[in-house]
Structures are given as structure tokens and as C-alpha cells.
């Protein structure tokens, strides 16, 4: 029996129980599939069994007439309740406070980098100005990286409040999503580092390095 087939009975109400079990079983792989994406963030079970509870506002919205894949309608439901569930246990994928503290210093260290020598830290320049070895430098990079998935994986809401696409979605294929956010908050870090230092200059000196780095 079709997806459909099973759809258009369980709208019905004949055996629904038994249908909505064997309908399952059917998407199974498609909803096993879109959970993978996720891996990581979520525990892969979890998210499957957030993916049968969305069959049913997607069985509920699913019109045969207008001739597309069961699916293909019920993509878009599966996938909203996979990242509400993700959204919604955010705490548990929190970084420790010590992590996002060394996180905190790494950007701090990469801005102040940059504005002396006009290009990012290599690793063992990063690990030698911070003390650390290679090694945590690496795994704060990677936290670093993971902190800004979690946020592009924040879903978008439509004119309705609905939860229609991420974040991430919305970026060109072409570019690395995490490269290029993580680049845009260090240059943000070094314009506020760089303002901050111009203040703290003494007398006029100030304005006059304004009125230099605006022209």
C-alpha cells in the first residue's frame, strides 16, 4: 500500500492505529534520513520519534488532489519539529562556561592579532600568544565553529510566526556557513577593539585618529 493510500485511511479513521504504525514504518527511512543531518545535535532516536509525531499535523495538511508525494508535504513538517526539538533542548547542548570562556579569549586574541599584523593567527602563533597548547587551540576553534552551527541552525519565522527555514538555509552553497559568520564576528570584535583603544587616547589625539581612519 502507498504512503498516500495509508494517508487517505487514516483521514478517514479506519484503523488508524494500525495504519499510522505501518505508514511509519514505510517513511521510516526518509525521517531516519533527515535525522542524520542533525547528528550531533541531537540524539538520532529522538529526533526520529519527533519525526512520527510530525506525520500528523502533516497527514492533517497532506491534499491528495493537488497531486505531489505525501513526502513531499510532510517534509516540511518533520523538519520543523526536528529543529523545534533541537531549539527547545538547547541547554543540553551548551557548551561548558569554561569552554565558552576560552572561546571568548581565542576571539579576543585573533582580533587584537589582526589589527597588529593585519592577518588571522596561524594555530602555533594563536597557542604561543595564549599559552595554550596546539591541541586546545584546535578543540576551541572547533567550539567556536559549533557555537555558530547551533545559532544558523535557529529557525526563521514566516509573516504567520511559523518556523519555516534556518538560518543556514538562507546562506549561498558556495561559502563555508561557519567560516563566514565566524569571520564577520571577529571583524566586529576588532572594529570594537579598534574604537575602544582610539577613546583611550588622550586630549584631541582621539578625534584626530577618528577623523584619520573615517577618511
Known sequence: MTN???????KAGEDVRENMEQ????????IHSMAWKYKGQAEIEDLEQEGYLALYPAIDAYDMARGVKFLTC?????????RRYIQNNRSCLRLPVHSLEKVKQ???????YVLEYGQEPTGEAAAKGLGWNCETVVDVRK?????ITLSLDAPLRDADGAEDTAWKD???????PAEEILGKMQEEQL?????????ELPGELSEMVRRRLKD
Do not use: N
Request: proline letters at 2%; a negative charge.
Open 143 to 147: 567550539s567556536a565553529e559549533l557555537m
Open 23 to 30: 505508514l511509519y514504518f514505510q517513511v521510516l527511512p526518509f
Open 170 to 176: 538562507m546562506l549561498a552553497d558556495e561559502a563555508d
Open 74 to 82: 510532510a517534509e516540511k513538517w518533520i523538519r520543523q519539529r526536528m
Open 4 to 10: 498516500e493510500e495509508l494517508v487517505l485511511r487514516i
Open 191 to 199: 572594529s570594537t577593539t579598534l574604537w575602544g583603544m582610539v577613546d
Open 106 to 112: 581565542y576571539q579576543q586574541f585573533v582580533s587584537a
